[in-house]
T-cell receptor, first 116, second 115 residues
Framework: NAGVTQTPKFQVLKTGQSMTLQCAQD?????MSWYRQDPGMGLRLIHY???????DQGEVPNGYNVSRSTTEDFPLRLLSAAPSQTSVYFC???????????????FGNGTRLTVT | QKEVEQDPGPLSVPEGAIVSLNCTYS??????FMWYRQYSRKGPELLMY????GNKEDGRFTAQVDKSSKYISLFIRDSQPSDSATYLC???????????????FGSGTRLQVQP
């Protein structure tokens, strides 16, 4: 049982490049989400999904796309990287939507992205 | 003003000390209160959660919620160097019609326990 797996661990991009951050979970969780973590800002929700084929925007969605074709995978795409997207990105999953009661989030170990 | 405020620290204490970590919040609709622990270069992991007001104890850890003051605390007794991490508070409402603000996190307090 690997939990939530994120790849790559580190990435350096030039401004304007695109890339996909991968996230996979093996816990059969319906809810998956992407957060970014910046100093002094805490964790901010980018996009989330409550099941395969269903996605919605979080707090800071601009510049990012997601899709959910399977229960296990939830990739995050940066369309045209900007220095403001330099951050640590975390994928998290839970049994059900944590906004509708208590459902603990399980986090991956993050992708550290630098955009120059 | 942020919905959840948390002192960023760092908080440095000697081994064996009692540690108090705190968050204040402004949304009176929050009902679930959580503490996540994040080791360096790792993802956060759930440490404890509390529903509504009151105390909850788990070994050396005690979570306390005071809804009247909109204030939550995490106490660590007999702190150990292995407790050195960033502690994030998080809270959510019981029922939401959208997941857009599923969880509201504090910015985290960095704790260092010196041997």
């Amino acid at each position: 049982n690997a939990g939530v797996t994120q790849t790559p661990k580190f990435q350096v991009l030039k401004t304007g490049q695109s890339m996909t951050l991968q996230c996979a979970q093996d816990m059969n969780h319906e809810y998956m989400s992407w957060y970014r973590q910046d100093p002094g800002m805490g964790l901010r929700l980018i996009h989330y999904s409550v099941g395969a084929g269903i996605t919605d925007q979080g707090e800071v969605p601009n510049g990012y796309n997601v899709s959910r074709s399977t229960t296990e995978d939830f990739p995050l795409r940066l369309l045209s990287a900007a220095p403001s997207q330099t951050s640590v990105y975390f994928c998290a999953s839970s049994y059900s939507n944590p906004g509708q009661g208590f459902s603990p989030l399980h986090f991956g170990n993050g992708t550290r992205l630098t955009v120059t | 003003q942020k919905e959840v405020e948390q002192d960023p620290g760092p908080l440095s204490v000697p081994e064996g000390a009692i540690v108090s970590l705190n968050c204040t919040y402004s949304n009176s609709a929050f009902q679930y209160f959580m503490w996540y622990r994040q080791y360096s270069r790792k993802g956060p992991e759930l440490l404890m959660y509390t529903y509504s007001s009151g105390n909850k104890e788990d070994g050396r850890f005690t979570a306390q919620v005071d809804k009247s003051s909109k204030y939550i605390s995490l106490f660590i007794r007999d702190s150990q160097p292995s407790d050195s991490a960033t502690y994030l508070c998080a809270m959510t409402q019981q029922i939401m019609d959208t997941g857009r603000r599923a969880l509201t996190f504090g910015s985290g307090t960095r704790l260092q326990v010196q041997p």
